[in-house]
């Protein structure tokens, strides 16, 4: 069973109290002698006693009753001594005053403080109600001023002349004494402080009522903006849809339209090939039947006999076709391709002044980014980094709000808080609610921008200690080449960001974490949605001859 350290310093107290009484006075050691039998005690006490044994001339010890004679000589322990001045000390811290943490003490109890009830201004001292029943006694008849227990009263007295403060001078601005008004304050416009705390008491209420009243129509505008940017989600989530089945019509359409022309135009190449062809075949018959005849005419001529050479001729066949026809030198689809040509400028006429169109009303979309922008403005937070964590590799400046790696040891003390291994940081102050911030970066290599749980490592090679390794921190890395998003070791890589300006948005009851990058306009760079558990803490990741800046957001 655990024992709280009150219980442990009680009964060490005891145990004490024990060892170093006085058994014959039961008190604690008073100038603590010890005699032969070894025990202590006081050294009045024991001469006390043995003065009362001097007629008999034996000694005894009070305790074990053990004999001696002659008399001991006392002398005083010193160590006994110093352990009991000790015990004393404890037992003076170890006493609780009679009042609650935020209580204010009487200031005329000398032990136990007890709760003060009243403080007196000309006294300059708070009372118990014993001790105020005491000071009314003494000062009744002279009226000193008293006021319900505070622990400001020098808060209320005018440090140049000892009065109490109750003027104030509009004038200057400040709470006076009488003295002052004769003085210094002479002829200002001056009223008692209870007439000006009115006053300012019904200003501040009207100032209080306007920012109640400026929270309740942020609050209307917020839950507004929420709803035009839900409505805004799905309206593009749906015309993302409908535009998508559009063009794959469209597209589907133009595939058959293409379809449509490539097949007349085979089909038109195919019959004119094949009449073509099919005369090709005759021509060539034709050829071949002309050159046997021709064949068997020159050998015919070449015969001597005059008789065989007439009923030779006979047989030779002069007669064929002589029909003659005109063949084109190419087949020509030129036609076509102009119209096809034709179709196509029209088709990009037509589509670009319809995207024109498309775009101008995208573009009416742009109030949405600019309603966005003014909420991070009321959500805006100028964090600044926490020296205790910095790594001994990294540089503050700028009222620490610059964080650079510039490879130097800077020996910065040691401290549990600090990373002592990879080069991070985090920032002072806690994110709970919503909050917006921006970061620029500068130099040859990447930053990490995170954010993570104060519990994260600090110490050593591992995981966790390292932004983006655990699940104690979500880290997005941006260089001149990549960009990526790790939590929990696991990786996605992203589009690589030109703008070195990346703005944070954190809502975490809502559990989002949205990174954007800033140029002239604002465009998303990844966003996760998730359940935070604790506090997040801004963090940062700088690599070597690398600059990183926490922003200053201005209109």
């Not at 029943?133 to 002349?161: V, Y």
């Not at 030779?316 to 179709?343: A, E, H, I, M």
Request: with cysteine.
């Amino acid at each position: 069973m655990a024992h709280s350290a009150g219980e442990m310093a009680e009964a060490s107290i005891s145990v004490d109290q024990e060892q170093f009484t006085c058994p014959v006075c039961l008190d604690l050691l008073k100038d603590p002698v010890t005699i032969p039998c070894g025990h202590s005690y006081c050294m009045n006490c024991i001469s006390d006693c043995w003065d009362q044994e001097d007629q008999k001339g034996i000694y005894r010890c009070p305790l074990c009753k053990q004999t001696f004679t002659p008399r001991p000589v006392l002398g005083k322990n010193g160590m006994i001594a110093e352990m009991v001045e000790k015990l004393k000390k404890t037992r003076i811290s170890s006493v609780v005053p009679h009042t609650g943490s935020g209580d204010v003490q009487c200031d005329s109890c000398t032990e136990k403080k007890q709760k003060a009830v009243k403080s007196c201004l000309e006294c300059r001292s708070s009372y118990c109600q014993n001790h105020l029943e005491q000071h009314e006694s003494l000062f009744r008849s002279k009226g000193h001023n008293l006021m319900d227990a505070t622990g400001r009263l020098q808060e209320m007295i005018c440090s140049q002349h000892g009065k109490l403060l109750e003027i104030y001078c509009r004038t200057d601005q400040q709470c006076i004494c009488m003295l002052c008004l004769v003085d210094e304050h002479k002829n200002h416009d001056t009223v008692s402080t209870a007439a000006e705390r009115k006053e300012k008491q019904r200003h501040f209420g009207e100032t209080q009522r306007n920012i109640q009243k400026r929270i309740q129509q942020r609050e209307k505008d917020l839950q507004e903006l929420r709803e035009a940017v839900a409505s805004h989600k799905r309206s593009a989530q749906t015309a993302v849809q409908d535009s998508e089945r559009i063009f794959t019509e469209l597209i589907r359409s133009i595939e058959r339209r293409r379809s449509e022309v490539t097949q007349l135009i085979r089909d038109q190449e195919r019959a004119a090939v094949s009449r073509a062809e099919e005369r090709l075949e005759r021509l060539e018959q034709e050829i071949d039947d002309l050159r046997r005849r021709d064949a068997e005419l020159k050998q015919l001529s070449h015969t001597h006999h005059h008789v065989h050479f007439l009923q030779s001729l006979s047989s030779v066949s002069l007669s064929g076709s002589t029909d003659g026809f005109t063949v084109s030198s190419r087949l020509s689809f030129d036609d076509v391709v102009k119209s096809v040509s034709q179709l196509r400028d029209k088709l990009q006429q037509f589509c670009s002044e319809e995207t024109e169109k498309i775009s101008g009303r995208v573009m009416t979309v742009f109030t949405i980014y600019m309603q966005m922008m003014c909420l991070f403005l009321s959500d805006f937070y100028q964090f600044t980094l926490d020296p205790s964590t910095v790594h001994l590799h990294l540089y503050l400046s700028e009222g620490n709000t610059v964080i650079t790696h510039t490879g130097t040891n800077y020996r910065y003390p040691d401290h549990p808080d600090r990373f002592n291994h990879h080069a991070q940081a985090l920032c002072q102050e806690s994110i709970n609610g919503r909050c917006y911030w921006e970061v620029e970066y500068s130099g040859r290599e990447g930053v990490h921008i995170v954010v993570a749980y104060k519990s994260i490592g600090r110490k050593g090679k591992r995981n966790d200690s390292r932004f983006g390794y655990n699940n104690q921190s979500w880290r997005l890395y941006c260089s001149n080449s990549r960009c990526s998003f790790r939590h929990n070791i696991i990786c996605t890589e992203l589009p690589v960001v030109s703008s070195r300006r990346i703005g944070v948005y954190v809502d975490h009851s809502a559990g989002i974490l949205s990174f954007y990058s800033i140029s002239d306009t604002m465009s998303l760079i990844h966003r996760v949605q998730t359940m935070f558990t604790q506090p997040l803490y801004p963090g940062f990741g700088v690599q070597n001859d690398t600059t990183l800046k926490l922003c200053r957001l201005t209109l």
